[in-house]
């Protein structure tokens, strides 16, 4: 794809998250002469606003493409070497993009949290992706970069400090603030109409090796109800973004060869603290999670202003226990609110990343951390605001 017009199209630039990618990029990338890119939407007038507002240079390029018009996708395709995606729901809008990308070998990125969609579009595009040299890479934000890396980061640690990796790693929420964006809820909402109309659906959407064709793990700990954690110290709760966070730790597990193990268990909650105090939190977060993806939730393209997104903020621990007892932990960190300025960051490094640090990644379908590893993390400290800390 060296002939490419582009290194980098941002698809879906006007929407809210697109926006924010698009604005970060003409921001930390300004004056970034290598980096050839461009904004791609449905509507011309509204990408050459957005473009003024963000304060990208006037002569950002602008391409029309619309997820209903399959010749324009492809026409895009045929322009860059990758594909920064914020289009969704996927199960409605990923389709086409993704088959052309695999097709043609152009690399895809995007912030798919759909597991059942995803485990189809590996089945579906595997193979051409290997053949053309695509490099197909989902959940490149919130679900689920700060987890899995979270995951390689404690046993990177637990490797030096144990002697071996852990076959158990807990990852825990401490505190977050931000919304959940609207493009999360929609998703959500769509898979689970989706399994709904076809219950056969329903195995994939509970299996916790749904992305790991051919290979089957342990059984995984539920984390379906609030419980108390001896080791911890803590009531915890369950955490909505599980579904596919763990998913993805067991498939990048598998894509970099079982550095974990085969044994390997992980499960994540929200820690809501001790006593009766912390056993009644977790049951309210049990309640909220519910109303997270109802009627209430924000739309695709709503979002929090920017003064909110600044003062959102998270704080993962992972916890890589050993069978004798002995614990290392660590933390992730992240500067703003997990949703839309975080995420708007991560996929833009991830996308940068793979363009720039990715020369030995193959042809296929990706987790982010199993493609880049430390050079993600580097990325993401030295630009995206996470931090990643080993704690005592």
């Given at each position: 794809m060296t002939?490419?017009?582009?290194?980098?199209?941002?698809?879906?630039?006007t929407g809210f998250t697109g926006k924010l990618v698009a604005e970060y990029l003409a921001t930390r990338y300004r004056g970034d002469t290598s980096?050839?890119?461009?904004?791609?939407?449905?509507?011309?007038d509204k990408l050459a606003s957005v473009r003024d507002e963000i304060g990208a240079p006037a002569d950002t390029p602008l391409i029309v493409a619309d997820a209903s018009n399959a010749e324009s996708l492809k026409a895009m395709v045929a322009q860059t070497r990758l594909v920064l995606t914020t289009v969704g729901p996927y199960q409605f809008y990923g389709n086409e993009l993704v088959a052309a990308c695999a097709e043609t070998g152009t690399d895809y990125i995007d912030l798919c949290g759909e597991p059942v969609w995803m485990r189809q579009m590996i089945d579906k595009h595997q193979a051409a992706a290997e053949k053309s040299g695509a490099r197909i890479v989902f959940s490149c934000g919130f679900d689920s970069v700060p987890f899995e890396l979270g995951v390689y980061f404690v046993q990177q640690q637990a490797q030096k400090v144990l002697g071996a990796a852990a076959s158990r790693v807990k990852?825990?929420?401490?505190?977050?603030?931000?919304?959940?964006?609207?493009?999360t809820?929609?998703?959500?909402?769509?898979?689970?109409?989706?399994?709904?109309?076809?219950?056969?659906?329903?195995a994939i959407l509970k299996d916790s090796f749904a992305l790991t064709p051919g290979f089957k793990g342990p059984k995984q700990p539920s984390g379906n109800k609030p419980a108390y954690e001896e080791d911890l110290q803590s009531w915890t709760a369950p955490f909505m973004m599980a579904l596919i966070?763990?998913?993805?730790?067991?498939?990048?597990?598998?894509?970099?060869?079982?550095?974990?193990?085969?044994?390997f268990v992980y499960d994540e909650m929200v820690l809501t603290g001790p006593g009766e105090k912390g056993e009644a939190?977790?049951?309210?977060?049990?309640?909220?999670?519910?109303?997270?993806?109802?009627?209430?939730?924000?739309?695709?393209?709503?979002?929090p202003s920017k003064e909110e997104r600044e003062k959102g903020y998270y704080n993962l621990l992972f916890v890589a226990l050993a069978p004798d007892g002995r614990q290392v932990r660590a933390s992730v960190k992240g500067d703003c609110d997990p949703g839309y300025?975080?995420?708007s960051k991560m996929i833009s490094e991830c996308a940068i990343g793979l363009l720039r640090d990715g020369d030995s990644?193959?042809?296929?379908?990706?987790?982010?951390g199993a493609a880049l590893r430390d050079s993600l993390i580097k990325r993401l400290v030295d630009n995206a605001g996470l931090t990643f800390a080993v704690e005592s």
């Open positions: 002939s490419s017009k582009f290194d980098l199209v941002v698809y879906g630039a980096l050839r890119w461009a904004m791609a939407g449905r509507s011309l990852g825990r929420v401490r505190g977050m603030s931000g919304t959940l964006s609207g493009g809820a929609a998703s959500a909402k769509a898979t689970f109409d989706a399994v709904a109309k076809d219950l056969s659906l329903v966070n763990t998913r993805n730790v067991h498939r990048s597990n598998m894509l970099m060869g079982f550095p974990y193990g085969q044994d939190i977790a049951k309210k977060v049990m309640a909220a999670n519910a109303e997270k993806t109802g009627p209430s939730a924000p739309k695709p393209g709503e979002g300025g975080s995420t990644v193959k042809g296929g379908f990706w987790t982010p």
